[in-house]
């Protein structure tokens, strides 16, 4: 129970859910060749899951670091955001290490499929060591893991608009209008491939409007519009509208369609955040929220319950999701894609991220920590000191259950032993050009064990 001087924050559901959400649609999205990808709601719109992410880490990022900043200040509110961006840091270099690591696997797996290059890494493996100095740097960005150095750049910029918004808000609002004005006008990108000059997928300078409008809305500077029939409206015929303009089979086969979008495909853009996007994913969120508002109970039960649970655990389950969407690529390459095997591998991967959700909720709860009231020496009675022995025996008793798998981890370290020794290199490579043949002969060397200084003027140093 928190104090009243440091009150628990009360976590919104809402918000958790959708976050939880759009990393599913993450995981079908990004699954190689993923039969499942074309009826996600990203291809029925004009925005899909990387918006809804943003929108949302901007809503909890003001909840979040709106009241560190108010209540410890600027100087101390930056450093947890520093703090914040050295975990994005780790966990982008963390999980391209495990991708290119899954993607050597699978070309071992499957030999006819190339992994490295369906990534778009072989950069990393022809030139690594200057990779390594291009991926630390950022200045190597593939394709793939391009949210994270997106989202680690928008999040630096937090501080700076929270300072702006003690001025006036006004001012927090024009200074993210004019950075993305800006980088249209001015052309503003960063490098994300050295060798060709391909810039970040998501654009930092227009991406963080979308960003800072649900951090407006999150800290309140950015008012959230009550129920108004003919926004209501406004919004459903936006979101109808948007569908066939969506779809790629509708506008690439109805001439209708196609001449309405292709005037408008600037305002689409996803690398550099099209207006009609960001108003797409503005129309969903309200309609979205007046739903959960008319319909609240619906959030507390069932799956969505542990939507939410992989919605408060975002970072960790999205590098799982990244993962394991490429493992799910790899293992449809070995079993095919019909529609049983695609739903089989979908269905089994989205099991696994609401698990890995779970435990990583547990986890979080230190289940490790006693109560205080259990507390053997403060015992007052015989009675209780019964009641205590029979409850750790009862526990000793399920707990054996687990002394295959303890033993099992206790015996790994032998199992890694090699078996042959190591030959030195260099000590082959002497016997490989030695002579052979009646001509070499061993040579013994005389040691001049009575002399004590020649052996402390030969000695080797630690």
Request: aromatic content about 14%.
């Amino acid at each position: 129970m928190g104090s009243q001087l440091n009150p628990v924050p009360v976590r919104n559901p809402q918000l958790d859910f959708f976050r939880g959400f759009a990393l599913m649609v993450i995981f079908i999205n990004h699954m190689p060749a993923n039969p499942w990808f074309w009826y996600t709601p990203s291809r029925f719109g004009l925005s899909d899951a990387a918006e809804i992410f943003v929108f949302l880490s901007g809503f909890a990022s003001a909840l979040a670091y709106g009241r560190c900043f108010e209540r410890a200040g600027l100087w101390l509110g930056s450093v947890r955001i520093m703090h914040r961006c050295g975990q994005i840091y780790v966990a982008h270099l963390a999980s391209f290490l495990l991708m290119t690591m899954i993607c050597v696997v699978g070309n071992r797996w499957i030999p006819e499929t190339d992994d490295i290059q369906r990534l778009n890494i072989g950069y990393f493996f022809d030139n690594t060591q200057q990779a390594v100095l291009d991926l630390f740097s950022l200045a190597y960005v593939p394709n793939y893991f391009d949210i994270l150095p997106m989202y680690l750049v928008l999040i630096m910029w937090v501080p700076v608009v929270w300072v702006l918004t003690q001025f006036h808000s006004a001012l927090a609002i024009s200074f993210s209008v004019l950075i993305y004005g800006a980088a249209w006008y001015y052309g503003w990108e960063l490098t994300a491939d050295p060798t060709t000059g391909r810039p970040w997928y998501f654009n930092p300078f227009n991406w963080q409007l979308m960003f800072f409008t649900g951090f407006g809305l999150g800290a309140g500077w950015l008012r959230i519009p009550g129920r108004h029939w003919l926004l209501l409206l406004v919004c459903a015929l936006f979101v109808l509208v948007s569908i066939p303009l969506g779809h790629e089979a509708t506008y690439r086969q109805v001439a209708f369609w196609a001449a309405l979008r292709t005037p408008l495909e600037p305002l689409l853009d996803k690398s550099h955040l099209g207006l009609l996007r960001w108003a797409h994913l503005l129309a969903l969120a309200y309609l979205m929220n007046q739903l959960c508002k008319w319909k609240p109970q619906w959030l507390t039960k069932g799956l969505p319950r542990l939507i939410i649970k992989m919605g408060q655990q975002s970072l960790p389950i999205f590098l799982c999701c990244m993962g394991l969407s490429y493992i799910g690529g790899i293992a449809l390459d070995w079993c095919g894609r019909d529609a049983a095997s695609a739903a089989l591998v979908n269905l089994a991967g989205l099991g696994l991220m609401l698990i890995m959700a779970q435990v990583l909720a547990w986890l979080d709860s230190k289940p490790w920590k006693l109560p205080a009231n259990h507390n053997i020496a403060n015992a007052s009675s015989f009675e209780s000191s019964l009641v205590t022995i029979n409850s750790v025996s009862s526990t000793w008793g399920k707990q054996a259950l687990l002394l295959p798998l303890l033993i099992g981890l206790a015996v790994l370290p032998l199992l890694m032993v090699p078996t042959e020794a190591p030959v030195d290199p260099s000590s082959a490579g002497v016997i490989a050009q030695s002579p052979a043949g009646d001509d070499f002969q061993k040579v013994n060397a005389v040691v001049p064990a009575d002399d004590p200084n020649w052996a402390l003027e030969h000695q080797q140093p630690f």
